[in-house]
């Protein structure tokens, strides 16, 4: 063992000096797994492995970590990075979520300009349609076909809005944009609802889109308010943004120095378990009548933002997490 960063030492709870010099596949319940993929790196037989083992810690149980074994430029030497399996789970989500929400971008924008198209044709054969008959009977029906062309272009004119629109870029404070949100959201639910403010007034301003983390906790908020319904009736209701710096925090494969974290908290029925998987894709909603655009759309903002959307939830508390780094 020639280094060991404080990491470990924390991990592990010995002193960097007690460390290096030791034999490191000393230090997990299983030397062998170790020992084996350092003599497979020796023969070069692979120039990477990873798998999983448990790290001995003094006066505490194993840790499960992820280990990663690289061989460096050196041939007597090589690198073994240790990751906590959680941090691990965490990464591969986050990995997942990013190619589902670029996925799911292109699926949106090729869909919806496909469907724009021959809409428009519709529409206006209808009109034309409409222009050659004399019957009020008949004419109803080419109405029917107007009005649902317009519904359907209203559709596709939102899931192309976040394309469209030019990413306007300005000093944010996220507590002004969470007062937004809270006005309009009383506005809508006057009764039966307390939107309780949890703030953390030391967050510094950050650059951002304003109108687009106004959209985003908006639709966020009014989701949970709209899975609220009987809460309010019954005037238990609460909604809680909750604001706080997170410190020395990684997402999307990058570490930050501080953080923004915005919880927007209700204590609803909570997501239904056959969508909580699938809540960021678009289409996809938990209550009947739903376009299940809003937190599609919520995502594509977070992520123009350099951010994280995640969601926490059981029955009478669900948790929408967002992470955007600070300066």
Not at 22 to 45: R, Y
Not at 123 to 147: C, D, F, K, N, P
Not at 234 to 256: C, D, I, P, S
Request: aromatic letters at 6%.
């Amino acid at each position: 063992m020639l280094f060991a960063n404080a990491a470990l030492e924390d991990a592990r709870g010995l002193s960097r000096r007690a460390i290096v010099g030791s034999v490191f596949s000393d230090s997990f319940t299983e030397p062998m797994a170790l020992n084996n993929a350092l003599q497979g790196l020796g023969g070069n037989e692979f120039a990477a492995l990873r798998y999983d083992a448990w790290l001995k810690r003094l006066s505490r149980e194993p840790l499960p970590v992820h280990v990663i074994v690289t061989q460096t430029e050196r041939a007597d030497e090589v690198i073994v990075e240790l990751l906590p399996l959680e941090l691990q789970a965490r990464q591969d989500r986050e990995e997942r979520l990013a190619e589902q929400a670029q996925a799911n971008k292109e699926l949106i924008r090729n869909l919806a300009h496909e469907i724009k198209n021959p809409l428009g044709g519709i529409r206006g054969a209808a009109q034309l349609l409409e222009m050659e008959i004399e019957s009020a009977e008949l004419t109803e029906y080419t109405q029917v076909i107007i009005h649902e062309a317009d519904r359907l272009q209203s559709l596709v004119d939102r899931l192309l809005a976040p394309h469209r629109r030019p990413h306007l870029v300005g000093d944010v404070n996220i507590h002004e944009v969470c007062e937004r949100v809270r006005l309009l959201i009383l506005a809508e639910f006057p009764k039966g609802l307390d939107v309780i403010r949890d703030f953390d007034t030391s967050i510094p301003e950050f650059r951002g889109d304003r109108e687009q983390l106004i959209q985003t906790v908006l639709n966020i908020a009014h989701n949970a308010c709209q899975a609220l319904t009987d809460q309010i009736a019954q005037g238990t209701a609460t909604l809680t943004f909750h604001t706080r710096v997170a410190r020395q925090t990684t997402f999307g494969k990058q570490r930050y120095r501080l953080a923004l974290e915005l919880h927007v908290i209700d204590n609803g029925p909570g997501v239904p378990d056959s969508i909580k998987d699938r809540i960021f894709y678009p289409l996809v909603s938990g209550r009947e009548g739903g376009s299940g655009l809003g937190l599609t759309l919520a995502q594509t903002f977070v992520q123009q933002h350099h951010g994280l959307i995640e969601c926490d939830s059981v029955p009478g508390h669900t948790d929408f997490k967002i992470l955007i780094p600070l300066p």
